[in-house]
């Protein structure tokens, strides 16, 4: 039996939206939530908490929303097909450095979620979060034909 992808996809936003009625700090908080906005078009999620959050939220396996975000372009895929990648990350006066294993969601699977189920009039503000001007290049290769993240979700150079 094939799965319907665009209904897993409509149920991963609507558990997401409910969660973020019952405590906005799941998102957009760094540090905090398992996903923060870092540019207009994605936001970085930490891995693996955002996937087992938002199956469990859901009520489905984390694989089986981890292949509904990767088959309707939602979670972007690197060169050799992993979503994962490590980047630092900084936030946060005096500032905070963590190394995360991320994914990219597209901001637009996130702010539906939140326009549709979660009592959002407008899309989330991006985050007081960026990623270390060390690993932009290691980033550009992760997105490699696709649209990278935007130049200001990197810290700037010193």
Known sequence: MMKNYTEILDRLQKGLGKAYLESPLILGVPGVSVAVKIDPHYYLCVMPAFLSRLAELSGMFPD?????????????????????????????????????????????????????????????????????????????????????VDKTAFTQPV
């Open 64 to 148: 089986t929303a981890e292949q509904a975000l990767i088959r309707t372009g939602s979670l972007i895929t690197g060169v050799h097909g992993s979503h994962l990648t490590q980047v630092t990350v900084v936030w946060g006066s005096p500032p905070i450095s963590r190394r995360v294993n991320a994914s990219f969601v597209l901001a637009e699977f996130v702010d539906r979620a939140l326009r549709l189920y979660g009592n959002q009039l407008t899309p989330m503000s991006v985050a007081d979060l960026r990623i270390t001007t060390d690993d932009q290049e290691a980033v550009a290769k992760f997105f490699d034909t696709k649209t990278c």
